[in-house]
């Protein structure tokens, strides 16, 4: 159901290859960047944190992540693909030229694990030398000058100008290197070994020796060695958990599942443990948290123990299906919240179209509302729609096929630039077998085709079409500009594209703005029943402290978790008489409900001051 990455025969070596010209589509040739100087942020500052369904800088300033895949390290080669025919800082330049202000690199905890067991694993398809590393005086006073028999990648090799440094050694070279083009980055642990079809496995354990314990530890490694560089802003703790429920028998254990249990393969439990890990050694991180595949009905009485219908007819359904990685239902019932609050937890789920698999959701002459109605809303559009936290696509992409596929992709789009939903695209490669990329086979020209689809997504100011970066300092390539660029010079004249275009000094409000656009084109009907009316004039007494849903005398983020669990599982997870009617904390006397979770989690974050909460 999901892409299988087709590595080129070309790629397995550097000497092999021969460039060719590309086709028309791709034509944007770039060539190398100039030895200028260049500022580097060094400060430390360019750290992100969550806010309801946006993201914000250290100032309050919102963000907006427009990105692209580029994989590699997840892969037997150990490194990033195309640097056998490419030199990195032609690439990266190429990168934050054409406005890409973050990079998702998927890799594999086997690699993290060499590097943190101080023997990184060899990278192979790497092209570097300098050759000779310096000046040559011969014999005769003829001076063969550093780098005429091979200047590429230089950074690579030691000082012999051709003996190659080790994984860990280039992945810090281009950390650095993306710092200075103004590029941020984040990790997917795309797979537990070093697979080039690595994604295909469900969890995020049992292969190459990698425990759940390692998983974690291998992650809380690479988090503390990168605390204090704000290059890599975060960690997409697992890609695609996946796994479908059988037809008989006990749920197996080797799916991914999403629930209330300490089971090892409960997605839900290793990701907020994970989490916790990582943000005791470093609490600026963002971390990435992706749905699973299958989840049950629980509203029609299924669990995780209820067998799948084989090719079930309407109304037969016991599970619903996604998109491996795209199921973030389990959100709703029981969300993700570290022990220090939700502050740095961004959802992730990965979607695509119908050249990748056929769903069902694709098979009538879909629109944005259509493809709410039956798959967005409740599967992962309701997380950023009813402001619960941020989203970023972390997968999404396909083939110009000037049909149903481009369509879906221009759709996705539009509905990501709306709604403020930040995205890394798949991919920057060119070798993904049934996406393609935006780049070509010599990893230098860019398709045009298919960039004029996604450019329109790139943060990027109105009317200048200035590229907005991440980094307080460094500006983001050739026709970008710094984020305190931004909000000093072009937030309140001409804004930028967010939102489908605003204009502002800076949002320190977590609530979005008002669109202007109809309803109907960017969230789900309104019930035909209309609601009971309720009244808006909170029941004061002595006795209720509004929040404290477990009674333990204070307001926290546990509170909150406490009111989701007894949503998701009341005879579980149950409130007391006084927890429930301290609770009810978001235009008390309407019954508890989602909305209190989120009061409550306000208050925590100091974004409100007091409860219970109006806001009706």
Known sequence: MKKFTKVLAAMASAA???????????????????????????????????????????????????????????????????????????????????????????????????WMEGSPNPVSSVQASYNPPQDVVGEDGTITPAGKYGDINRDFVLEDGKTLKNSMEIFDIIMQKCKKYGIKAFIDIHSPDANNSGHNYEIWYGKAGITTDLWIETLVWLADKYKNDDTLIGYDLKNEPHGKRGYTGPCPDNIAKWDDSTDENNWKYAAETCANAILEVNPNALIFIEGIEQYPMLDKGYDWDTPDVFQPKPGEEKWYGAWWGGNLRGVRDLPIVPESGTSQIVYSPHDYGPSVYAQTWFDKD?????????????????????????????????H?????????????????????ISHTF?????????????????????????????????????????????????????????????????AASEGSNIDGGTKGTGNTDPKPPVTTKPVATTTKPAPTTAPPVVTTTPVVSDDILYGDANCDGDVTMADAASIYQSLGNPDKYGLSAKGAANADCSNAGDGITAADALAVQKFAAKIIDKLPEITK
């Open 426 to 490: 798949w991919c920057l490669n060119p070798n993904s077998g049934d996406t393609g990329g935006l780049i070509g086979v010599d990893f230098k020209t860019w398709d045009d085709e298919k960039y004029g689809l996604f450019e329109p997504s790139l943060w990027q100011t109105q009317s200048s079409g200035k590229y907005i970066g991440l980094d307080h300092e460094v500006a983001l390539g050739a026709n970008g500009i710094s984020l305190s660029d931004y909000y000093a010079n072009y």
């Open 400 to 420: 110009m096929d000037g049909d149903k596929n481009q369509k879906w992709m221009e759709l996705l789009r539009d509905y990501m630039i709306d709604n403020h």
């Open 16 to 114: 092999a290859i021969t460039l060719t010209g590309t086709t028309s589509a791709v034509n944007t040739l770039l060539t190398a960047p100039q030895d200028t100087a260049k500022a580097v942020d060094t400060n430390n500052d360019d750290w992100l944190h969550a806010k309801g369904s946006r993201l914000y800088d250290k100032d309050g300033n919102e963000v907006w992540l427009t990105g692209a895949n580029w994989f590699g390290f997840n892969c037997s080669e150990n490194c990033a693909h195309g640097l056998y025919a490419c030199d990195v800082d032609v690439f990266l330049q190429g990168v934050a030229d054409h406005g890409i202000n973050v990079i998702r690199f998927p890799i594999s905890s086997e690699l993290i694990l060499s």
């Open 366 to 398: 879909f629109t944005t509302q259509t493809l709410l109605d039956d798959y967005w809303y409740d599967t992962w559009s309701y997380i950023v729609e009813e402001d619960i936290a941020p989203l970023l696509i972390g997968e999404w992409g396909g």
